[in-house]
Nanobody
Framework: QVQLVESGGGLVQAGGSLRLSCAAT????????MGWFRQAPGKEREFVAA????????YYGDSMKGRFTISRDNAKNTVYLQMSSLKPEDTAVYYCAAHRREVLTNYAWDYDYWGQGTQVTVSS
């Protein structure tokens, strides 16, 4: 069982940066690929990024490439999402998630564990 808690959200101006953190409990955290998703009001949940259990492989949604970076520190049971060049359309609740499959995936239904989310608001 894995429990996930996101932090680091807030209000930022367009062009600014934020770093989100996702702290996990559970001694098997390092064996789980992790992902970040986001959901804006009235929209479907959108894939942001994923990272392999080792951190060697990453995968990004098209609109995040070059602006967002996912990373993890297995010693700290934490995964991060560094976001830069933020745009108002990045405004959403951001969720971290974990799954038990070996491959990276951008499908929300593949993920077994979810955090409660952290709000990111980008003002223009």
């Amino acid at each position: 069982q894995v429990q996930l808690v996101e932090s680091g959200g807030g209000l930022v101006q367009a062009g600014g940066s934020l770093r989100l953190s996702c702290a996990a409990t559970g001694r098997t955290f390092s064996s789980y690929p992790m992902g970040w998703f986001r959901q804006a009001p009235g929209k479907e949940r959108e894939f942001v990024a994923a990272i392999s259990w080792s951190g060697d492989s990453t995968y990004y949604g098209d609109s995040m490439k070059g602006r967002f970076t996912i990373s993890r520190d297995n010693a700290k049971n934490t995964v991060y999402l560094q976001m830069s060049s933020l745009k108002p359309e990045d405004t959403a609740v951001y969720y971290c998630a974990a799954h038990r499959r070996e491959v990276l995936t951008n499908y929300a239904w593949d993920y077994d564990y979810w955090g409660q989310g952290t709000q990111v608001t980008v003002s223009s």
